[in-house]
Nanobody, 126 residues
Framework: QVQLVESGGGLVQAGGSLRLSCAASGRTFSTYAMGWFRQAPGKEREFVAAISWSGGSTYYGDSVKGRFTISRDNAANTVYLQMNSLKPEDTAVYYC???????????????????WGQGTQVTVSS
């Protein structure tokens, strides 16, 4: 069992930056690949980024590539999402999630993740 708690969301102007954190409970954090997803009102949950167990490999959604960076600190049981050059279309609830699997296909699918946080709101004003 893994419990995930996101933090760091808020209101920011377009062009600004935010750093989201996701703290995990338990001693098995390093055995899970981690992902970030987001969901805007009326839209499906969208893949943002994923990172492998060691942090050595990452994947990004096309809409955030080059602007967002996912990282993890296994000693601190935490995964991060650094978001730069934010746009109004980045406005959404952001969720972190944990998965036993990591590859270019399954890491993009919400159904492949076993555990989810409660989400944190990110609002980007124009």
């Amino acid at each position: 069992q893994v419990q995930l708690v996101e933090s760091g969301g808020g209101l920011v102007q377009a062009g600004g930056s935010l750093r989201l954190s996701c703290a995990a409970s338990g001693r098995t954090f390093s055995t899970y690949a981690m992902g970030w997803f987001r969901q805007a009102p009326g839209k499906e949950r969208e893949f943002v980024a994923a990172i492998s167990w060691s942090g050595g490999s990452t994947y990004y959604g096309d809409s955030v590539k080059g602007r967002f960076t996912i990282s993890r600190d296994n000693a601190a049981n935490t995964v991060y999402l650094q978001m730069n050059s934010l746009k109004p279309e980045d406005t959404a609830v952001y969720y972190c999630a944990a998965s036993r699997y990591f590859d270019g296909y399954t890491s993009r699918a919400p159904s492949e993740y076993n555990y989810w946080g409660q989400g944190t709101q990110v609002t980007v004003s124009s």
